[in-house]
Each structure stands twice: as structure tokens, then as C-alpha cells.
């Protein structure tokens, strides 16, 4: 059969842990159906909305306790891969074992390399983190002061 790779959108994965592991197990029927054709699958993600949750987080509890420091992009990255892979491995894993297949299932956390000169980074227009209104921008404006 094939080898067919499945993207999930980070914004399709919910707003909290709760919400994405609900939405990724409602996924993981149609997914495992493809394994169970003869498929193999690779699942990747977005995370943009997860990544800025973990860096807001930290940057907040930092500013409010010094002994928890503010955490580097990168790391925020790392740390949103594993737990989206987590729930992503937990769900298909559950559909594996519901429907008696003995396949395993492995998360993967990845770098890139890019080029620091690339000229997108002059104009930047993906986001991390949430969509705010205008009020709710100016009061975390605000607070970051």
C-alpha cells in the first residue's frame, strides 16, 4: 500500500489540553481505518496556538516568581511537540487496541535548521499564541510593562 502523511493545523487542535485530546480522538477513527487498509501513516502538526500557551505561561509565572525563568521559543517548541505527540500517541494507540491491532505507535520531537537571513523574517505572518480583541490586547500590553 502507501506511505501517506497527514498535517494536522495547531488551530484545529483545540484551546487546552482537554479540548485537543477530545478532538484528536475523534480523529483517530479515519486514521487508524487508513492502517488498518494497509497504510503506514506519518501525522505531523502545526502548533502555533500550543507554543504561544507555553510561552505565555511562562513569561507570566516568571514575572511573578522569580524562581521560575522565562523559557527560550525553541524549548516552548520541544515542549508542545511532545505533548501534542502524547495525546496524538494516546489516541491512536486507544483506536489501535479497540479495534485488536498490535501496531505501536512513536512520537517523533524534531529541529530545523533555517537561514537567520531568510528574507521572510523581515516580514513575518505566522503567528504564535492566541488571536486577541483589541481590549484584551491592550490589558496584556499593560501588564507586560
Not at 483545540?14 to 485537543?20: P, R
Request: proline content about 6%; hydrophobic content about 40%.
Amino acid at each position: 500500500m502507501a506511505r501517506i502523511v497527514i498535517a494536522l493545523g495547531g488551530n484545529a487542535l483545540g484551546n487546552d489540553a482537554a479540548e485537543q485530546q477530545e478532538k484528536i480522538e475523534a480523529a483517530c477513527p479515519a486514521l487508524v481505518g487508513l492502517i488498518s487498509q494497509g497504510h503506514e501513516i506519518i501525522v505531523s502538526h502545526g502548533n502555533g496556538p500550543q507554543v504561544g500557551m507555553i510561552q505565555l505561561a511562562f513569561d507570566e509565572a516568571s514575572r511573578v516568581n522569580s524562581k521560575i525563568a522565562p523559557m527560550p521559543l525553541q524549548e516552548c517548541t520541544a515542549m508542545s511537540q511532545g505533548y501534542i505527540g502524547y495525546h496524538l500517541q494516546k489516541g491512536i494507540r486507544k483506536e489501535l487496541r479497540t479495534r485488536n491491532m498490535p501496531w505501536h505507535v512513536a512520537t517523533v520531537v524534531t529541529q530545523v535548521v533555517v537561514d537567520e537571513n531568510d528574507p521572510a523574517f523581515q516580514n513575518p505572518t505566522k503567528p504564535i499564541g492566541s488571536f486577541y480583541d483589541a481590549e484584551t490586547a491592550g490589558s496584556c500590553r499593560r501588564r507586560s510593562r
